[in-house]
């Protein structure tokens, strides 16, 4: 039985920022490629962030390069989402996914995904 659990959501200010983390079971975490995926209010579902086996490479949407960092402690089969200078377009509901069955980290090719985490700048 696979489980991600988003936890780390919350509102905050502009300019602040946030920690978001997903704790995976039940998959083979250290051979799978991880992401996060955000949606707003009437809009698809986007990729923010991804990281591959290993920290062999990870992946950034244009919107959040040197704002967002994505992470992972295997012991603890942990993904996290360092998000600093946050802004109100970032307001989302954010969601881990891992597993990843093509070669792009698009939300598509992803497996399994957690319930998400509300996040609200203003």
């Known amino acids: 039985h696979v489980q991600l659990v988003e936890s780390g959501g919350g509102s905050v200010q502009t300019g602040e920022s946030l920690r978001l983390s997903c704790a995976g079971s039940g998959y083979r975490y250290s051979t799978a490629t991880k992401a996060w995926f955000r949606q707003a209010p009437g809009k698809e579902r986007e990729g923010v962030a991804a990281?591959?086996?290993?920290?062999?490479?990870?992946y950034y949407a244009d919107s959040v390069k040197g704002r967002f960092t994505i992470s992972q402690d295997h012991p603890k089969n942990t993904v996290y989402l360092q998000m600093n200078n946050l802004k109100p377009e970032d307001t989302a509901m954010y969601y881990c996914?891992?597993?990843?069955?093509?070669?792009?980290?698009?939300?598509?090719?992803?497996?399994?995904w957690g319930q998400g985490t509300q996040v609200t700048v203003s």
């Open positions: 990281i591959w086996p290993g920290d062999t490479r990870k």
């Open positions: 996914a891992a597993v990843c069955t093509g070669r792009a980290p698009v939300a598509a090719n992803f497996v399994y």
